[in-house]
């Protein structure tokens, strides 16, 4: 047993590739704002291709890869730091009705130490990662409000739930908060069951240990089109009591893609297997 936990840090501690380092070029857009898959200062940077393999280490696993690979391109301003993402998936996937899961993109960076990051597997006890998580269903829920039991049920008549009788009669209409406990999710403080932004930032340290900040600052937007997802996630360079990359030196992040309409979710997952290096440029 001993002999098998020392081959695995091994391999660990050797993912992190400083030979290969993608730089990263500074434009003058404001990138705080609004995240543009298709802004002009795109044009130009080079792409780095990230081979990506089905999640291995937790079940439920993936029975194959979808995702074999996502193309990515970086820019930063000095001040923030935008990533864009593009990957082919055959359909667009927003879940919505039970059962149907939503197509996501994550992004993974060391807390401690740039130079000599954690397991990229979600980190360690006392070595955390950052992650910033887009899903195509947080993005609708932001651009057109979360949806309701008439949206992903047009058809349903509901006859116990406040707000949504066909017909009140003469009883009043029930207050939002008192509507809530036929929301077990918002009652019980998950933050997955209320409205939010495009992207949320999570902390880990290892294997189902991932938390929701709630100060998230970053932000992101995602289009699909000809069977291709193209997302833009856009963050501060220095996060409190987060990650923070340096203008002028080395990091490295990880990556994570889901299609939702393929059954995954959660750890069901194409992920990168080793750290990819970049260098923020200075100029």
């Known amino acids: 047993m001993k002999k098998s936990i020392m081959i695995v840090t091994l391999v660990l501690s050797c993912q992190f590739v400083r030979a290969a380092d993608y730089l990263v070029k500074k434009v003058s857009a404001d990138l705080s704002r609004v995240a543009q898959v298709s802004a002009e200062y795109w044009q130009g940077v080079p792409e780095v291709k990230v081979d990506l393999l089905a999640q291995m280490m937790v079940k439920p696993k ?21 990533f864009k993402v593009r990957w082919a998936d055959k359909e667009k996937s927003e879940a919505g009705k039970l059962g149907e899961f939503s197509d996501a993109v994550a992004l993974e960076f060391p807390v401690l130490d740039n130079q000599d990051p954690p397991p990229i597997f979600m980190g360690a006890k006392d070595n955390p990662v950052h992650l910033f998580h887009w899903r195509a269903q947080y993005q609708y829920d932001e651009e057109h409000g979360k949806k309701g039991i008439k949206d992903i049920y047009p058809n349903l008549s509901a006859d116990m739930y406040p707000n949504e009788f066909v017909d009140c009669g003469s009883l009043k209409a029930a207050k939002e908060e008192e509507t809530e406990i036929f929301s077990p999710g918002k009652v019980a403080g998950n933050p997955q069951s209320s409205q939010k932004k495009a992207v949320d930032e999570m902390m880990a340290e290892g294997f ?30 220095k996060r409190p009591n987060g990650s923070v990359l340096e203008v002028g030196k080395g990091a490295a992040f990880g990556l994570a893609v889901w299609q939702g309409g393929q059954d995954e979710v959660a750890s069901r997952k194409s992920i990168t297997m080793q750290w990819a290096p970049f260098k923020v440029e200075e100029k």
């Open 62 to 82: 993936p029975a194959k890869v979808l995702t074999e690979s996502a193309k990515v391109q970086i820019v930063h301003n000095g001040k923030y730091i935008a």
């Open 208 to 237: 189902g240990s991932s938390v929701v900040r709630k100060d998230t600052e970053s932000i992101a937007h995602g289009e699909w089109k000809n069977g291709e997802w193209v997302v833009v996630i856009s963050r501060a360079l």
